[in-house]
């Protein structure tokens, strides 16, 4: 008895040290009912290194209703450590804060350029909801207002076109600070392997979001040692890895709470994700770095320790142990002249809205750092998105000018990718991104100087060739031959045909014909996305002056009268029409060529009798 005695009491002090070791043990809460101002407390967080570091907390009051309908903000302020240097410090979101050893909340808020550290804290309350939100698929955003689809004629058979409209940009939303309101702290987003150039040209994006852009990377050997539960514990930082690989980019802040595997942190939204899948890793505070404007740390994240699942208002929210979320493994190879040769590997979050920013960052980063950004250049860019079930969409495009040019190729890749994330359609996965680019010290553009036909009265039936002529930069000419055929269906008594690029073709009909739809399956997605316009053809794009309209994703070029009756009979189906004033008849192109291509002629057809 004495022998199983003793077993039994050491197997629960076994069991007592594990629960603190894995931080099962829930502290006692001090409800936001019983705070007041005077209140004094300790808080925790890290200001160098892996040492978790108290400092002193003096509760001035409850502001109620603060930050949002129902929500009240804790204000207090903070002393000890390097605050009196360094004010609220960013990448403190989270640190949590204790009275009489009962957790009150988490940093969260602060004024910017304040002198003292004057901080607003979430009461815990609000946090712990953030867990027991219940799981939902994540949400899917709009296909970009920038793109469509339209099914016109091709000739012999029907095809999907993407309309790509160059001239407009996704909306990124709008983040606003206020120096003398109580704002989210800045959540430090660290660069590795990056470019400052890249850094700069999209840190505007991540500001926006909240975030603020700064230098980092991996401590060297990081990343040997296995992950450890007891690595996470109340007020140690952790990292949301964006991107890992040869790149990497993550967000910081610090654990507030922990019971078992369950993870609150951040006391205030990332991105406002609602349900998320975002990898997260324990993060090495280098330094405390004071500043007049925001102070910071420096750090670095180790290995892959979770997942976090909920990017709600008052927190986010993870799991310790669970499997890393699938990611977007991207592979980008660089063939430079003379003879030199870099490959990328990384992995990018898979969401909606972050990947295709991403992809454009990342790839952008890597042809800067690279290629030149002043003088003539050309890049040669295939590229091929791998889908679940064999299937691909493939790009091939050429790309050139005199300044710049590298930063073109990120958003050419991007705009598909943002297309396929944002559809929504179960069926479509994306297994993984390759790119390659051979890049030219040289200018291959074209202006198109010349189009003719072989006929300039045509029937319905018929078959012509267009001659475009191109001018290159040397003044040299060349010839490029377009097969077009004139639909047999044709009853106008004159047909406008449009030659031009790919980027002048799109921004045309986007002025003049309202021929968009979304793809009504991943299919009918994939085909059209498959024959995007690119800078390296001539198209030309028959046009009749007929009215036409768009339901369901096919286009219905001069309907006959009964047909439109038909649909409009409905409610239903004549809330989902698109008119337009003319009718795409045809649109053909020719093969790839050596050149970016720029320039646009329209030819006139006069239709007489009909085919014999």
Same mark, same amino acid.
């Given at each position: 008895?004495?022998?199983?005695?003793?077993?039994?009491?050491s197997?629960?002090?076994?069991?007592?040290?594990?629960?603190?070791?894995?931080?099962q043990?829930?502290?006692?809460?001090?409800p936001?009912?019983?705070?007041?101002?005077?209140?004094?407390?300790?808080?925790?967080?890290i200001?160098e290194?892996?040492?978790?570091?108290?400092?002193?907390v003096?509760?001035?009051?409850?502001?109620?209703?603060?930050?949002?309908?129902q929500?009240?903000?804790?204000?207090?302020r903070?002393?000890?450590?390097?605050? *009196? +240097?360094?004010?609220?410090? $960013?990448?403190? @979101?989270?640190?949590? =804060?204790?009275? /009489?050893?009962? %957790?009150?909340?988490?940093?969260?808020?602060?004024f910017?350029?304040?002198k003292?550290?004057?901080?607003?804290?979430?009461?815990?309350?609000?946090?712990?909801?953030?867990?027991?939100?219940?799981?939902?698929?994540?949400?899917?955003?709009?296909?970009?207002?920038?793109?469509?689809i339209a099914?016109?004629?091709?000739?012999?058979?029907?095809?999907?076109?993407?309309?790509?409209d160059e001239?407009?940009?996704?909306?990124?939303?709008?983040e606003?600070?206020?120096?003398?309101?109580?704002?989210d702290?800045?959540?430090?987003?660290?660069?590795?392997?990056?470019?400052?150039?890249?850094?700069?040209?999209?840190?505007p994006?991540?500001?926006?979001?909240?975030?603020?852009?700064?230098?980092?990377g991996?401590?060297s050997g990081?990343?040997?040692?296995?992950?450890?539960? *007891? +690595?996470l514990t109340?007020g $140690?930082?952790? @990292?949301?890895?964006l =991107?890992k690989? /040869?790149?990497? %980019?993550?967000?910081?802040?610090t654990?507030?709470?922990?019971?078992?595997?369950?993870?609150?942190?951040?006391?205030h939204?990332?991105l406002?994700?609602?349900p998320?899948?975002?990898?997260?890793?324990?993060?090495?505070?280098?330094?405390t770095?004071?500043?007049?404007a925001?102070?910071?740390k420096?750090?670095a994240?180790?290995?892959?320790?979770?997942?976090?699942?909920?990017?709600?208002?008052?927190?986010?929210?993870g799991?310790?142990g669970?499997k890393t979320?699938?990611?977007?493994?991207?592979?980008?190879?660089?063939?430079?002249?003379?003879g030199?040769?870099?490959?990328?590997?990384f992995?990018i979050?898979e969401?909606?809205?972050?990947?295709p920013?991403?992809?454009?960052?990342?790839?952008?980063?890597?042809?800067m750092?690279?290629?030149r950004?002043?003088?003539?250049?050309?890049?040669?860019?295939?590229?091929?998105?791998?889908?679940?079930g064999?299937?691909?969409?493939?790009m091939?495009?050429v790309?050139?000018?005199?300044?710049?040019t590298?930063?073109?190729?990120?958003?050419?890749?991007?705009?598909?990718?943002a297309?396929?994330?944002?559809?929504?359609?179960?069926d479509?996965?994306v297994?993984?991104?390759?790119?390659g680019?051979?890049?030219?010290?040289?200018?291959?553009?074209?202006?198109?100087?010349?189009?003719?036909?072989?006929?300039?009265e045509v029937?319905?039936?018929?078959?012509?060739?267009?001659?475009?002529?191109?001018?290159?930069?040397?003044?040299e000419?060349?010839?490029?031959?377009?097969?077009?055929?004139?639909?047999e269906?044709?009853?106008?008594?004159?047909?406008?045909?449009?030659v031009g690029?790919?980027?002048s073709i799109?921004?045309?009909?986007?002025?003049?014909?309202?021929?968009?739809?979304?793809?009504?399956?991943?299919?009918?997605?994939?085909?059209?996305?498959?024959r995007?316009?690119?800078?390296?053809?001539?198209?030309?794009?028959?046009?009749?002056?007929?009215?036409?309209f768009?339901m369901a994703?096919?286009?219905?070029?001069?309907?006959?009268p009964?047909?439109?009756q038909?649909?409009?009979?409905?409610?239903?189906?004549?809330?989902?029409?698109?008119?337009?004033?003319?009718?795409v008849?045809g649109?053909?192109e020719?093969?790839p060529?050596p050149?970016?291509?720029?320039?646009?002629?329209?030819?006139?057809?006069?239709?007489?009798?009909?085919m014999n």
């Amino acid at each position: 008895m004495m022998m199983i005695r003793r077993l039994l009491l050491s197997l629960g002090l076994i069991v007592v040290l594990a629960s603190c070791l894995l931080g099962q043990a829930s502290p006692p809460i001090f409800p936001l009912k019983d705070v007041h101002a005077g209140l004094k407390g300790v808080g925790r967080t890290i200001f160098e290194g892996d040492k978790i570091q108290e400092f002193q907390v003096e509760i001035l009051g409850v502001l109620k209703n603060a930050i949002a309908p129902q929500r009240d903000l804790i204000l207090a302020r903070l002393t000890g450590g390097p605050l *009196a +240097d360094t004010g609220v410090i $960013s990448g403190m @979101s989270g640190s949590p =804060v204790y009275v /009489d050893g009962k %957790l009150v909340g988490a940093v969260s808020r602060a004024f910017p350029l304040s002198k003292d550290a004057i901080a607003g804290i979430t009461p815990i309350e609000d946090m712990m909801s953030v867990g027991t939100a219940p799981a939902a698929t994540r949400a899917h955003l709009s296909p970009p207002q920038n793109l469509h689809i339209a099914r016109v004629s091709g000739g012999s058979s029907d095809l999907d076109r993407i309309i790509l409209d160059e001239t407009s940009e996704a909306p990124v939303p709008q983040e606003t600070t206020d120096s003398n309101s109580l704002t989210d702290l800045l959540l430090p987003l660290r660069f590795g392997g990056f470019s400052n150039a890249a850094i700069n040209m999209f840190s505007p994006q991540f500001r926006r979001l909240g975030l603020e852009p700064m230098a980092g990377g991996i401590i060297s050997g990081g990343g040997d040692s296995p992950p450890s539960p *007891a +690595d996470l514990t109340p007020g $140690s930082m952790v @990292s949301l890895l964006l =991107v890992k690989g /040869d790149l990497l %980019l993550n967000i910081d802040c610090t654990v507030t709470f922990r019971q078992g595997n369950n993870l609150y942190a951040c006391g205030h939204q990332v991105l406002a994700e609602g349900p998320a899948a975002f990898p997260f890793a324990p993060a090495h505070v280098i330094v405390t770095i004071p500043s007049i404007a925001s102070s910071f740390k420096i750090d670095a994240p180790g290995a892959v320790m979770g997942t976090i699942e909920q990017d709600r208002f008052d927190a986010i929210y993870g799991q310790v142990g669970k499997k890393t979320p699938p990611m977007i493994p991207v592979h980008v190879h660089l063939d430079s002249k003379p003879g030199k040769v870099s490959d990328y590997h990384f992995d990018i979050v898979e969401e909606p809205f972050l990947s295709p920013l991403l992809l454009n960052l990342t790839v952008t980063s890597a042809m800067m750092a690279t290629e030149r950004s002043v003088g003539d250049s050309t890049l040669n860019l295939n590229a091929r998105i791998h889908l679940s079930g064999g299937q691909s969409v493939n790009m091939e495009d050429v790309l050139s000018g005199e300044i710049g040019t590298s930063a073109l190729v990120g958003s050419t890749v991007a705009a598909p990718l943002a297309m396929l994330l944002s559809s929504g359609f179960p069926d479509l996965k994306v297994q993984d991104i390759d790119l390659g680019v051979t890049s030219l010290d040289e200018r291959r553009s074209a202006t198109l100087d010349q189009a003719w036909s072989t006929k300039s009265e045509v029937r319905p039936g018929d078959h012509l060739e267009v001659t475009a002529l191109i001018r290159l930069p040397g003044g040299e000419t060349e010839t490029e031959k377009i097969p077009v055929d004139i639909p047999e269906s044709v009853t106008d008594k004159m047909l406008s045909l449009v030659v031009g690029s790919g980027s002048s073709i799109n921004a045309m009909e986007f002025r003049f014909s309202g021929l968009g739809s979304t793809p009504r399956d991943s299919q009918h997605l994939i085909r059209a996305l498959n024959r995007m316009r690119r800078n390296n053809r001539i198209y030309a794009l028959l046009m009749a002056p007929q009215r036409s309209f768009v339901m369901a994703g096919d286009e219905y070029p001069s309907p006959p009268p009964s047909l439109l009756q038909t649909f409009l009979a409905d409610p239903a189906a004549a809330s989902s029409v698109v008119f337009s004033g003319t009718s795409v008849v045809g649109d053909f192109e020719t093969k790839p060529t050596p050149y970016a291509i720029h320039g646009q002629k329209t030819l006139m057809l006069k239709v007489t009798g009909s085919m014999n």
